[in-house]
């Protein structure tokens, strides 16, 4: 009788893991993989194809061709639902698929439900592809209607934020020089320091050349209201609210899950995403295992950041192997300190660890050879 491995979700843990499935497969075991993309982005490199420097094939992982390779069903659809009591994953246009072990990597969503009007008029930074496709208008705009200002509001202040605003901020003046209207971005945080995660050398020195490239900084501020023109914001210095004009608002804030995982009945926290032990099993359900930005191991707290999903496929793999074979598991540690590579947007980057920080041209090259080597892994 065969077994069946359901993976939900293209993210970076679960595409280091099929190819190492590929590698060494299990007999009588059937892997299916359910994704809602078949192009798959790695986000290590989207602020470069953000400003450039990639293109979108350089940037995403094919599922079809990384599928095929490790011997895997691929089903394009979007899971919206788990019956944990039958064992199904239900999507939208798919029958119920089942399951006797199954695997979640499918990553977060920014928040945005609190605020009025950004579900409807903010672009999230994730799903990436709904990103990318408000990105393309904007690229779209500046090159049919090149008299038309630009205004572009960016929501939080951390790696992700200040990185999007150095790297639309270096595609968009690319061409200043045949452009007439003009460029205006402006980046909003609530918390008094940018990069709160990271010391200040990192947050100060990032500070200063988002000012210094003209980008306007609000901290201490609150979006309080998105419409399609413009976001109302609360300062923490005043008590007037201020209004910033935009043809654009892009939200990259803190993350939260989809709705439906914490709908499912598997153990989750305030947040929604799922809890798991050190072997990368959900603490509820043990024949689950999840990875990424979707899971959270309370005993080792970590930010959501690409370095730990890519850390964690090849223990992943092995947990997938042991639990089936009916073999010990071995737990999953991840660092405490780790290298944070935050690209500028000029083809130089800002090297952060604990205490430490550094900038320079060849920590963007040695951040373009890792962030290279990774995509070559899936690409066997």
């Not at 960016?154 to 007439?180: F, P």
């Not at 793999?317 to 500028?344: C, D, M």
Request: aromatic share 8%; net charge neutral; proline share 6%.
């Amino acid at each position: 009788m065969s077994i069946n491995l359901v993976l939900i979700g293209g993210g970076h843990a679960h595409a280091i893991a099929l190819g190492l499935w590929g590698e060494n497969p299990l007999p009588g075991v059937n892997l299916t993989l359910v994704s809602d993309v078949e192009n798959t982005p790695y986000s290590g490199m989207l602020p470069g194809y953000v400003a450039g420097f990639y293109t979108y094939e350089e940037t995403h992982i094919n599922l079809s061709s990384l599928a095929k390779e490790a011997g895997v069903k691929l089903i394009i659809d979007r899971a919206i639902a788990l019956d944990l009591e039958q064992n199904q994953v239900i999507c939208c246009h798919h029958p119920p698929i089942n399951f006797d072990y199954l695997s979640l990597d499918i990553g977060s969503t920014p928040e945005t439900i609190s605020v009025p009007g950004a579900k409807e008029y903010a672009i999230p930074a994730k799903p990436v592809p709904v990103f990318l496709e408000g990105w393309s208008k904007v690229l779209q705009q500046q090159k049919e209607s090149p008299d038309k200002d630009i205004a572009i509001a960016i929501v939080g202040g951390g790696a992700g934020g200040v990185e999007l605003a150095l790297n639309m901020y270096s595609r968009l003046s690319q061409e200043s020089g045949v452009r007439r209207g003009k460029i205006t971005i402006s980046l909003i945080h609530r918390g008094e320091k940018l990069l709160s995660g990271h010391n200040n050398w990192v947050s100060n020195r990032l500070e200063k050349i988002l000012l210094e490239k003209g980008i306007k900084l609000y901290l201490q501020t609150t979006v309080t209201e998105v419409y399609d023109d413009r976001v109302l914001c609360q300062s923490s210095y005043s008590s007037t609210s201020i209004t910033i004009p935009c043809n654009y608002t892009f939200w990259v804030t803190q993350a939260t899950s989809p709705y439906w995982i914490k709908a499912s009945g598997i153990g989750t926290n305030e947040q929604g995403f799922i809890l798991v032990e050190d072997t990368l099993q959900s603490q509820t359900h043990p024949h689950i295992f999840a990875a990424g930005d979707i899971a959270t191991n309370p005993n080792y707290p970590r930010p959501k950041a690409g370095v730990f999903a890519v850390r964690q496929g090849k223990p992943l793999f092995q947990n997938w192997r042991s639990l089936i074979l009916g073999q010990p598991l071995q737990p999953y540690i991840p660092q405490e300190k780790y290298l944070a590579l935050i690209g500028t947007g000029d083809r130089s980057a800002i090297a952060s660890r604990g205490k430490w920080g550094l900038q320079s041209p060849l920590l963007w090259y040695l951040k373009d050879y890792i962030d290279r080597k990774f995509m070559a892994s899936t690409q066997k």
